[in-house]
């Protein structure tokens, strides 16, 4: 692919992008974050529990609060011991008044019992959008380019709900992802090492970085030709990323992206339609 052409596509691209960000956040994210809010923030203490029983653990709940969810426990299943504070209300609040967290007092723990999201069946929870279609062979190109940058890749449960890590000189996957969403989290890590792993890390927050790995994602997923839909859109916006971010990276973005595009052959087919 020449270099006026790669310059065509990646321009265009964070066109679109730019667009679909300043028309706010799309109704897959937004379910999805709703449904997120739902779930408990957990103390530092029933966290360390919850990952000393289950590792692999991504969304945990109650038993009758996955109902609400329209999902159940499934038979057999053994419940992930958590403290649980014992509350009553403070016999001086004022009925008239709206009840408040000052309203209440902790006088006691007991023991509860909640589940992962692995243990329950039921109605999906709203998932982020995913890259769909055929990457063929510029995910080996891919691959290789990464063995070429001496950048070690893994596989591992572990990451789990992540799709990917990038730890400099280190790049890890969540095994069971479609060929798609592989080359685009590999893409996003691979944007990671090349963009920070250098001076520029203490200098950016993590909206910056997550906007820059995952519009560069975009922009390589789109030239060739994967249905990309609004999974950077959404994934920007869960980072509170946004079109500003974005185009004060353009020119980062725009070199990366054309140097991935650049190396992983002349023969991509270029975006649909």
Same mark, same amino acid.
């Given at each position: 692919?020449?270099?006026?052409?790669?310059?065509?596509?990646?321009?265009?691209?964070?066109?679109?992008?730019?667009?679909?960000?300043?028309?706010?956040?799309?109704?897959?994210?937004?379910?999805?974050?709703?449904?997120?809010?739902?779930?408990?923030?957990?103390?530092?203490?029933?966290?360390?529990?919850?990952?000393?029983?289950?590792?692999?653990?991504?969304?945990?709940?109650?038993?009758?609060?996955?109902?609400?969810?329209?999902?159940?426990?499934?038979?057999?299943?053994?419940?992930?011991?958590?403290?649980?504070?014992?509350? !009553? /209300?403070?016999? +001086?609040?004022?009925?008239?008044?709206?009840?408040? $967290?000052?309203?209440? #007092?902790? %006088?006691?723990?007991?023991?509860?019992?909640?589940?992962?999201?692995?243990?329950?069946?039921?109605?999906?929870?709203?998932?982020?959008?995913?890259?769909?279609?055929?990457?063929?062979?510029?995910?080996?190109?891919?691959?290789?380019?990464?063995?070429?940058?001496?950048?070690?890749?893994?596989?591992?449960?572990?990451?789990?709900?992540?799709?990917?890590?990038?730890?400099?000189?280190?790049?890890?996957?969540?095994?069971?992802?479609?060929?798609?969403?592989e080359f685009a989290t590999l893409v996003h890590e691979l944007a990671h090492e090349?963009?920070?792993?250098?001076? !520029? /890390?203490?200098? +950016?927050?993590?909206?910056?970085?997550?906007?820059? $790995?995952?519009?560069? #994602?975009? %922009?390589?997923?789109?030239?060739?030709?994967?249905?990309?839909?609004?999974?950077?859109?959404?994934?920007?916006?869960?980072?509170?990323?946004?079109?500003?971010?974005?185009?004060?990276?353009?020119?980062?973005?725009?070199?990366?992206?054309?140097?991935?595009?650049?190396?992983?052959?002349?023969?991509?087919?270029?975006?649909?339609?």
């Open positions: 692919m020449k270099n006026e052409k790669i310059k065509e596509i990646t321009s265009k691209a964070i066109e679109q992008l730019v667009a679909a960000l300043n028309e706010g956040r799309s109704e897959t994210l937004t379910a999805y974050l709703s449904a997120m809010a739902q779930f408990h923030r957990y103390s530092f203490r029933n966290v360390m529990l919850i990952a000393m029983q289950k590792p692999t653990a991504t969304h945990v709940a109650g038993f009758h609060a996955w109902h609400k969810f329209g999902r159940f426990v499934k038979k057999g299943e053994k419940g992930i011991l958590i403290i649980a504070p014992i509350v !009553r /209300r403070k016999e +001086t609040r004022d009925p008239q008044e709206p009840e408040t $967290a000052d309203d209440c #007092s902790v %006088v006691a723990f007991r023991g509860a019992y909640v589940f992962d999201i692995s243990q329950t069946d039921g109605q999906p929870l709203p998932e982020i959008a995913s890259v769909q279609g055929d990457p063929s062979t510029s995910l080996e190109r891919l691959k290789a380019l990464i063995a070429d940058q001496s950048i070690t890749l893994e596989y591992a449960e572990d990451i789990a709900p992540a799709r990917g890590t990038s730890a400099g000189g280190k790049i890890t996957l969540l095994p069971g992802q479609t060929t798609a969403e090349m963009l920070h792993r250098d001076e !520029r /890390r203490n200098s +950016t927050s993590k909206s910056v970085r997550e906007t820059e $790995a995952e519009a560069v #994602s975009f %922009v390589v997923c789109n030239a060739i030709g994967l249905e990309t839909g609004t999974a950077a859109q959404d994934y920007i916006q869960l980072y509170e990323g946004d079109a500003k971010l974005l185009t004060e990276s353009l020119d980062r973005i725009q070199q990366t992206a054309s140097r991935i595009l650049s190396a992983i052959g002349p023969d991509q087919p270029g975006p649909p339609g």
